[in-house]
């Protein structure tokens, strides 16, 4: 799959936005982007890609970078157990994927070109997206994929879909968290993490990475060491006890 850039710079076309990637500083106690600081005050979207219409995301959008905002959590893939219900056609990332019987590898080309018409939007109102390459429905033996197997992807299917979402959507420098609400508790859904974290890194070697955990998560002693993840992020729950 290669998506060719438009020469008129028009939404859909990533080099319309070309900004500095955001980095971790050498004192690894802040963020920059190219000589400056730069905080990550995010607002959290995640279904953007399929359930915001445009003309309400354009609205959102300028409302968020005015209020301050300088990043925006977007799942790249839809979150399966917990979507708003609606009467509109969705977007669709897989052959057969709101039929439940997903065929996962690259993106599909209309869906990529619907998300960069969304990251172009974002882009101009200099909101840089931190994207979920990997949310806890599409590895196995998490807490949501072992309700529902149907999505989960393949090691061979998942390795195409990451290499897809680099070319589709790197050249917006986002931000990358390779895990959505990771429970971290087997050992299959944390090599399945590491395994597109590595892959994510030796595509992107500059890309900084994050582990969007689930709110009673720990993190584990290997992942802790891991040299790929570019920082550490914890969710403080929804819940009172957590």
Not at 7 to 27: C, E, F, N, Y
Not at 51 to 56: A, E, F, I, L, Q
Not at 198 to 225: E, F, G
Request: proline share 7%.
């Amino acid at each position: 799959m290669t998506l060719q850039p438009r020469k008129d710079g028009a939404a859909g076309s990533p080099q319309a936005h070309s900004r500095p990637r955001i980095g971790v500083a050498l004192t690894r106690d802040r963020f920059v982007r190219g000589e400056d600081e730069w905080f990550p005050l995010a607002d959290t979207i995640w279904s953007a890609f399929t359930h915001v219409p445009v003309d309400d995301w354009k609205r959102y959008v300028s409302l968020r970078a005015t209020q301050g905002f300088t990043s925006l959590n977007i799942s790249i893939l839809p979150i399966v157990h917990d979507l708003s219900a609606t009467d509109r056609v969705l977007p669709q990332p897989f052959d057969g994927f709101w039929d439940g019987a997903p065929r996962p590898g690259p993106l599909r080309r209309d869906y990529i070109e619907h998300a960069r018409t969304m990251l172009d939007i974002a882009a101009a109102n200099d909101l840089t997206p931190n994207l979920v390459v990997l949310w806890c429905n599409y590895v196995p033996e998490t807490w949501a994929s072992t309700k529902d197997r149907r999505y989960v992807i393949s090691p061979e299917s998942r390795r195409d879909y990451v290499a897809s979402v680099v070319e589709a959507f790197d050249p917006y420098s986002p931000m990358y968290a390779v895990a959505g609400d990771a429970d971290l508790v087997s050992v299959a859904s944390r090599e399945a993490w590491t395994d597109a974290q590595r892959q994510l890194r030796t595509l992107v070697p500059d890309a900084v990475t994050t582990i969007h955990t689930q709110d009673t998560a720990v993190l584990p002693d290997d992942l802790v060491d891991d040299a790929g993840l570019g920082y550490y992020s914890y969710q403080s729950g929804h819940r009172l006890e957590c």
